[in-house]
T-cell receptor
Framework: RKEVEQDPGPFNVPEGATVAFNCTYSNSASQSFFWYRQDCRKEPKLLMSVYSSGNEDGRFTAQLNRASQYISLLIRDSKLSDSATYLC????????????FGAGTTVTVRA | DAGVIQSPRHEVTEMGQEVTLRCKPISGHNSLFWYRQTMMRGLELLIYFNNNVPIDDSGMPEDRFSAKMPNASFSTLKIQPSEPRDSAVYFCASNYGPRGEQYFGPGTRLTVT
């Protein structure tokens, strides 16, 4: 089983819509969680960290469900510039420096 | 801050040639990571260093790959000899602290013909 699994999508949504997707992780001892964004032919960039209580950053909301071992990302009022691949990232061992990356969920926002 | 710097940005080489990729991490970061990304396999961790010491190289595909970090501001990933299946984007990333987010360089797009 992969450490981090994501629905690859693509999620095709109109501008202004809300889109949400999840990822699941296999190691219940995982300590840190992130969402990264990767544009086509670019490097991954941190979008936001995910905290136990859930957190919001503008139009983006991240939630963590430790009991079911999944993380979600919700994008409100989608913009064309939100089109990208979103990578779910987990630090499975807490005190180790390694991160496990999901394969990514592709979101395309259309005008 | 200049961010993570990688060179070259693009490399095209023939099978059998030696390829050296270079990375300068963000100043003050004490961990450095080399990743490879392909459509088929996604983002794979090849090796990572902490305080210039290789900690985990279990992701290095085979003996043709080697990585060094002679000091805190420089690392190399070498492939010798290169093969067409090594064609990929190679990213270097750095961070500080065991739970911190990683900052990626722009990557080196390697094509081996």
């Amino acid at each position: 089983r992969k450490e981090v699994e994501q629905d690859p999508g693509p999620f095709n949504v109109p501008e202004g819509a809300t889109v949400a997707f999840n990822c699941t992780y296999s190691n219940s001892a995982s300590q840190s969680f992130f969402w990264y964004r990767q544009d086509c032919r670019k490097e991954p960039k941190l979008l936001m960290s995910v905290y136990s209580s859930g957190n919001e950053d503008g139009r983006f909301t991240a939630q963590l469900n430790r009991a079911s071992q999944y993380i979600s990302l919700l994008i409100r009022d989608s913009k064309l510039s939100d089109s990208a691949t979103y990578l779910c990232v987990v630090n499975p061992q807490g005190n180790d420096y390694k991160l496990s990356f999901g394969a990514g969920t592709t979101v395309t926002v259309r005008a | 801050d200049a961010g993570v710097i990688q060179s070259p940005r693009h490399e095209v080489t023939e099978m059998g040639q030696e390829v050296t990729l270079r990375c300068k991490p963000i100043s003050g970061h004490n961990s450095l990571f080399w990743y490879r990304q392909t459509m088929m396999r996604g983002l794979e961790l090849l090796i990572y260093f902490n305080n210039n010491v290789p900690i985990d190289d279990s992701g290095m595909p085979e003996d043709r790959f080697s990585a060094k970090m002679p000091n805190a501001s420089f690392s190399t990933l070498k492939i010798q000899p290169s093969e067409p299946r090594d064609s990929a984007v190679y990213f270097c990333a750095s961070n500080y602290g065991p739970r911190g987010e990683q900052y990626f360089g722009p990557g080196t797009r390697l094509t081996v013909t």
